[in-house]
């Protein structure tokens, strides 16, 4: 049985759970407080860096999420969410490594320590964070085209990884206004049931800020 140790508000995590969605594989969630329970010595020796997500597949354990995505394609490639044609998967994984490389850190973290008052951010940095994101946005609004999904006509991991980050834009007040390509993308993604079932709720979002702040002591 396949067991994913996770947050719900995780994207990190939601990646993976969207991904065991579509696949429609049976697993079993393992729910995870991160006020400690990432520390526990069974929990250590799963990941000794202590984060989340984990998947293990009977004796097998995979850490880090993108590892986690490629041994799940590679294990259950039906559906296939990595296309085979080599220009469709080029623009899957730069799309993938896009976003974590230059919007995660770059631009969506300023912007949410800024929205969620989560710490002390300066105009210019918060300027250099929303240029990073609107560079960002014109990339991937142009690489869409008339493409319902970044890979072409089907679901692949680059609009997982995308899709499980970029809407975080629409609470953190960045508007999506100009980007009429991401905002269809969006709301075509919203309709299926995988997006549906790992949508943070409001309640985890405010949980996750309140306890920021009490570790910032604020
Ligand atoms: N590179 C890792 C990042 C995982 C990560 O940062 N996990 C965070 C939650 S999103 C975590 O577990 N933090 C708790 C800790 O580090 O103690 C991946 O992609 O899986």
Redesign the pocket.
Known sequence: MIKLYH?PL????RRIWITLLEKGLDFELIEMQ?NGD??TPEFVKLNP?????VLTDGDFRV????A?LDYLEAKYPTPPLLPKNPESLAIVKMVQMVIVNEFVGLGMQPLMRKSMLLGEISDEQLEKAQKQTATVLNFLEELLGENPFFGGDHLSLADIVAGTTIPWLNMLGFSLNSYPKIQAWIANLNQRESWQKTEPTKTQIDDFVGRMKARMGK
Do not use: Y
């Open positions: 947050v995780s994207f990190n995590s991160l990432q520390m860096f202590h984060h989340i997500p850490i880090e999420s993108f986690i």
